[in-house]
């Protein structure tokens, strides 16, 4: 038995996404045990049992390994957004997806994944350009969900407002090293922006 083209093509991107995942896996590992410098792309090729040459057809750069657990946190944010219900406020549809989501990374590891971007020039920029490409999609993922023309730029705002929320909730979360829930901070976030708005 054979299988059909796009039986064919399904189990190459399967693969494919399996080793890409495999490769960052191996990266994050070697960068949270011997620091981001010092760890070599031979060295991640090695643990992630694939050669130097392999790697360049996943990842261009080191640091774009680190960002892949970004990218892949983006597209849980762009689902819960879809789902959240037409009749709810756009930013309280912020606030309940980014908890949906977060949920899932409040872990030792998340905070050492946290540090990790923090240890360079070149990662704490990239983290940087992350919250602006984070406010992109969440803006686009609104205007989906609203997809009403005039509705844009008060979408954007909420797009805005929201990853700031979350920038601040997580910076507080990080820096007191998970001393509480990141959602709690996330809620506080969400809660003085409230008061701002209406006071």
Request: aromatic share 8%.
């Amino acid at each position: 038995m054979t299988d059909t083209p796009g039986t064919e093509e399904g189990l190459r991107a399967r693969k494919r996404r399996e080793t890409r995942q495999r490769i960052a896996e191996a990266g994050l590992r070697l960068f949270l045990k011997n620091g981001f410098e010092a760890t070599t792309l031979d060295a991640i090729a090695a643990a992630a049992d694939i050669s130097r040459r392999t790697f360049f057809h996943y990842f261009s750069s080191k640091e774009e390994v680190v960002n892949a657990f970004e990218s892949s946190a983006d597209e849980a944010f762009r689902a819960a957004i879809a789902d959240e219900p037409l009749d709810e406020a756009p930013l309280d549809a912020v606030r309940n997806a980014f908890l949906k989501v977060i949920a899932s990374y409040e872990t030792k590891q998340a905070i050492a994944i946290d540090g990790l971007l923090r240890s360079t020039e070149a990662l704490c920029a990239r983290k940087q350009a992350n919250y602006a490409r984070k406010e992109q999609m969440l803006f686009e993922a609104l205007s989906a969900r609203w997809p009403d023309p005039e509705r844009r730029a008060s979408l954007r705002l909420v797009a805005m407002v929201g990853v700031g929320a979350l920038r601040l909730a997580a910076e507080t979360w990080s820096i007191e090293q998970g001393r509480r829930p990141l959602g709690d901070y996330l809620e506080e976030a969400f809660r003085g922006l409230r008061t701002e708005i209406t006071t």
